[in-house]
């Protein structure tokens, strides 16, 4: 009897593998076999192929059935593979008719039913890439494999219907079964929770320019200021601010929050910047990514291409901040763990919210703190410097007066600042498309001083503050960066003296703790 | 005696009948010692090959073949060489078969030959 075979797709963190699906009906007493470092999940893939073969009416052959994973040295996990397997098991039977070339990836239920399976988007992604447009997926996960261009996918709610589209005996299938549709939880980027809206915050006028400074250049940002200012506020209504995402970054964020999600099958691209708020306990893991075996994204990577919010940044764990510094230079998370190693990207805004001093009332004249000066330095002692060496916006956020808070109502709206924020983000990629960057945050001190120099009349401040050593050479560098967004948002074509003067402000309001 | 015994039998019979149609010399049936039994023992050529029958007269039970897990066929392998001790017999090569007989009482009873398995 010949061969069967058939394609699936191994995910590695984001990046998927073609696995190559043999299998072979052995002339000895009855057994099933997978070979080819399996998991626990896919080890028990025999029983439910097995089951779902004879409950379908296209029972499997009984003598050994070896089916083997090629490449053998990639380890292979998850329930995905069932579908693959049991196509080149028929096919070694001579059940089914040629498969050659065609992916199949899907669960199968007991029933014989095709369930969907997560990571659906990066796994497709890798097949149309690796050559094999030919896709057969559960029904439930159709809108999610179709949102990869050039994908040819098919799909199908059971295995009896999809033997019967290639060719088995139709006399014993079990056509009629239709199992009813379940109602998965989407990822539907339009249910998504409602963003906030920018008009909600009364007053603060400093702490919306610079919020509106940090959308339109990506840059990073930390809020500092008493309980109940608004810290909170301001962050959430970031995201709103920010543009959407073009075709390959909302690829990406959906690729990552379908390998996130437990039971979610995305039906459209995520278009809008997501926001991440894990919680202060979180461990280096949670925000990393990690757990056993391959590991998954973590909070770090959900928001990529979006905010990364941390309250209470200073309750944190050092060691679980400092890890964020990776991903903040390079924009990808390298997780090493017994069963390979997963690179996720993680390229997001983060913004830190912090209270002046562990009682909170250190702001203003601060007669009411009851910190002493050494806990005040170890609480804001925790956030290292190189980690706040690379946030280029630190704000000091003070509480609301009395007559900006009767104004309600009064304030600009998410909307025109948006409008705003997407015409710097024009400016800045018309600027900085050669240099292949697209944002100001992203532009290496060498361009800054180099190709993007600003006259010495304009950088005089900045100079005269290196030469007396209040500004470092990296603080420098983070000057111009900010100015070149001020600059963007006044359509201006490069920063002036004024721009440089509001940007040590934005750079330097934090600086007195 | 009973129903299954009697279509133990008979499949037996028709596994005998079968091998020997094969061209293999039956030299002993229904062997049996403190280890267990030896349904069927033949020459195949110079082969001493011990065969083990499964009768069904239906598949909702599983196949025959399904039912010779792995911790029987270590048996018959060690009841090959207790038959030989037993019958100072010498065989140059040895080899367990197994003999699956589906028998529904409708029409020719089905058999399958797996030659030399575990």
């Known amino acids: 009897m010949a061969v069967g075979r058939s394609y699936c797709v191994a995910l590695v963190g984001l990046n998927g593998y073609i696995v190559e699906v043999e299998a072979d009906i052995g002339q000895t007493l009855p057994n099933f076999v997978i070979l080819g470092l399996p998991d626990a999940a896919l080890n028990e893939a025999k029983e439910r192929i097995r089951s779902a073969a004879q409950n379908s009416g296209i029972p499997l052959s009984r003598r050994k059935i070896t089916a083997n994973l090629i490449p053998a040295s990639l380890p292979k996990r998850g329930s995905g593979f069932d579908l693959a397997i049991t196509m080149a098991v028929l096919r070694a039977a001579e059940d089914i008719r040629s498969i050659d070339g065609t992916v199949f990836i899907a669960e199968l239920g007991l029933d014989g039913r095709l369930r969907p399976v997560r990571g659906m988007l990066p796994a497709v992604m890798a097949a149309v890439q690796a050559g094999y447009p030919d896709i057969v997926v559960a029904e439930a996960n159709v809108a999610e494999a179709a949102l990869v261009p050039g994908a040819n996918v098919r799909g199908y709610k059971t295995l009896a219907r999809l033997a019967y589209d290639l060719g088995a005996d139709p006399k014993d299938l079990a056509l009629d079964f239709d199992p009813l549709d379940e109602e998965t939880p989407g990822l539907d980027p339009d249910t998504e929770p409602f963003t906030p809206d920018l008009c909600d915050v009364s007053g603060q006028g400093e702490a919306r320019r610079a919020l509106e400074v940090s959308a339109a250049g990506g840059h990073h940002m930390l809020l500092t200021g008493p309980p109940g200012a608004g810290k909170t506020m301001l962050a959430e209504r970031l995201p709103g601010l920010l543009p959407d995402l073009v075709d390959t970054a909302a690829m990406e964020v959906t690729a990552i929050h379908s390998l996130a999600a437990v039971q979610a099958s995305a039906v459209r691209l995520m278009r809008r910047p997501p926001f991440e708020n894990p919680h202060h306990s979180a461990t280096a893991a949670a925000i990393i990514g990690g757990g056993s075996g391959l590991p998954r994204p973590g909070a770090a990577s959900r928001a990529h291409r979006g905010v990364l919010f941390l309250d209470e940044a200073p309750e944190y764990e050092r060691r679980v901040l400092d890890a964020l510094r990776q991903p903040l230079e390079s924009g990808e998370l390298v997780i090493h763990r017994s069963a390979g190693t997963a690179a996720y990207p993680a390229r997001f805004q983060l913004v830190l919210a912090a209270n002046p001093c562990p009682c909170g009332k250190a702001s203003g004249k601060g007669m009411d703190c009851t910190c002493t000066p050494v806990m005040r330095r170890r609480y804001f002692g925790r956030m290292s410097g190189p980690l706040l060496d690379r946030v280029d916006i630190q704000l000091q956020v003070e509480r609301v007066s009395l007559a900006d808070f009767g104004n309600a109502g009064q304030e600009e709206d998410t909307c025109t600042v948006a409008a705003r924020v997407l015409a710097a983000r024009d400016r800045q990629q018309a600027r900085l498309w050669d240099f292949g960057l697209e944002t100001n945050s992203q532009v290496p001190g060498r361009t800054l001083r180099g190709e993007l120099r600003l006259p010495p009349g304009t950088t005089r401040i900045l100079d005269t503050a290196l030469e007396r050593g209040i500004l470092t050479a990296r603080g420098y560098d983070r000057v111009l960066r900010l100015a070149w967004t001020l600059a963007d948002l006044d359509r201006s074509d490069r920063p002036d003296i004024d721009h440089i003067g509001q940007a040590l402000g934005l750079r330097q309001a934090a600086a007195a703790i | ?118």
Not at chain 2, 42 to 59: I, N, Q, W, Y
């Open chain 2, 1 to 118: 005696m009973r129903a299954k015994d009697l279509l133990g039998q008979n499949g037996e019979a028709l596994a005998a009948d079968f091998l020997t149609e094969q061209g293999m010399r039956i030299i002993d049936r229904n062997w049996r010692c403190a280890d267990g039994e030896i349904d069927i023992v033949a020459l195949d050529g110079d082969t001493l090959v011990v065969a083990e029958v499964k009768t069904r007269r239906s598949l909702d039970y599983g196949h025959p073949f399904e039912a010779v897990g792995a911790a029987k066929l270590a048996r018959l392998h060690r009841l090959v060489s207790s038959w030989c001790r037993a019958h100072e017999f010498r065989a140059p090569r040895k080899r367990v078969d197994v003999v699956s007989v589906l028998d529904s009482g409708v029409g020719h009873p089905v058999l399958e030959h797996l030659r030399g398995v575990g």
